[in-house]
């Protein structure tokens, strides 16, 4: 499943490759890749054909081109789209790779992939876009982008109705830390569900949460309310750490099917400190990293540099006076 660096690649090349781009054609190949749009495949491709795509934004782990007008410059003869008037796109179309959903720029001379869901043509005749996805947990809809409260006025700080709640993640400029620490301290929860919540802290998964604490030598069981301000900016610093460094590295990748936008794997994983690590030594102290169930996956960690907390006594241990 990709994780949130992953997801940062894959807007940077949709940046790179189909931002500016007028769509000419839109296929929708399977109807449950944009079963979220309600109105229908048919209403998908209305809305997107003949739109540019004027910008690409993310929001954890989502997605979304921002469709500006229809009129193409070049043909007068087209009508103009009302909702354009100058003051950035109105609706936007978003997308979620979840499981193992792929967004590929391909060339349209290129056979279709396997488990191809969505394709995109542009007028200007260059490489498709093309959303393949074997499991179909991700897919695609055209939202309309709202200012969610508190965000930042103008286009910018605009984002898909559907995903207004999400909260913002450790690599965004606008993330506030201070008030992720406040509110993270105010739950009554353990530490690494916390990380795991996306209406307070967004994108980080379980690998990434793993990492963050471990380098922030904290167990993901100790409880939220117990942790001071420098531990949970320490933890929160981690995240971003984590996710910067895997960035650089093109993000992780434990899925054979998830590649990024040119198709290319990540290579992450070599750098991995404690997950998926059982019984290596820990790269600090040496002590083998343990394993723990953990939400039906799994939890790893450094026993001595994570001590796990102590279970909370409701009674005097008898055996200490
Ligand atoms: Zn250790």
Same mark, same amino acid.
């Given at each position: 499943m990709p994780e949130l660096p992953e997801v940062e690649v894959v807007r940077r090349g949709l940046a790179e490759h189909v931002v500016g781009r007028r769509v000419s054609a839109v296929e929708v190949l399977h109807p449950r890749a944009v079963r979220r749009h309600l109105a229908g495949?048919?209403?998908?491709?209305?809305?997107?054909?003949?739109?540019t795509l004027t910008a690409v934004?993310?929001?954890?782990?989502?997605?979304?081109?921002?469709?500006?007008?229809?009129?193409?410059?070049?043909?007068?003869?087209? +009508?103009?789209?009302?909702?354009?008037?100058?003051? *950035?796109? $109105?609706?936007?179309?978003? %997308?979620?790779?979840? =499981?193992?959903?792929?967004?590929?720029?391909?060339?349209?001379?290129?056979?279709?992939?396997?488990?191809?869901?969505?394709?995109?043509?542009?007028?200007d005749g260059g490489p498709q876009l093309r959303f393949v996805d074997q499991r179909t947990f991700g897919g695609m809809s055209v939202e309309t982008l709202v200012s969610p409260a508190g965000g930042t006025a103008g286009a910018a700080g605009r984002v898909p109705e559907p995903i207004a709640?999400?909260?913002r993640d450790p690599m965004d400029p606008d993330f506030d830390a201070d008030a992720v620490v406040s509110a993270l301290r105010s739950r009554h929860t353990e530490l690494k569900r916390a990380l795991l919540d996306q209406s307070l802290v967004s994108g980080i998964g379980n690998i990434y949460a793993d990492e963050a604490l471990w380098r922030a030598r904290l167990h993901g069981r100790? +409880?939220?309310?117990?942790?001071?301000?420098?531990? *949970?900016? $320490?933890?929160?610093?981690? %995240?971003?750490?984590? =996710?910067a460094e895997a960035l650089d590295q093109g993000g992780t990748s434990f899925d054979a099917l998830y590649v990024n936008v040119n198709g290319n794997s990540g290579y992450f994983e070599r750098s991995l400190n404690v997950y998926g690590q059982e019984d290596r030594p820990c790269r600090r102290c040496g002590t083998?990293?343990?394993r723990e169930p953990f939400m039906n996956r799994s939890s790893y960690f450094c026993p001595r540099c994570q001590p796990p907390p102590r279970p909370a006594r409701t009674a005097r241990d008898p055996d200490r006076s």
């Open positions: 495949p048919v209403d998908v491709i209305g809305r997107l054909t003949g739109r934004g993310r929001r954890g782990k989502y997605l979304w081109l921002e469709l500006g007008s229809d009129t193409d410059p070049a043909d007068p003869t087209e +009508p103009r789209d009302p909702a354009d008037s100058g003051e *950035g796109s $109105a609706d936007a179309l978003l %997308a979620h790779l979840g =499981m193992s959903g792929q967004l590929l720029v391909s060339d349209p001379a290129a056979p279709p992939q396997k488990h191809l869901r969505v394709l995109l043509s542009f007028a709640h999400i909260a100790r +409880p939220t309310n117990t942790l001071t301000r420098k531990a *949970g900016h $320490a933890v929160l610093a981690s %995240a971003a750490e984590v =996710m083998a990293i343990r």
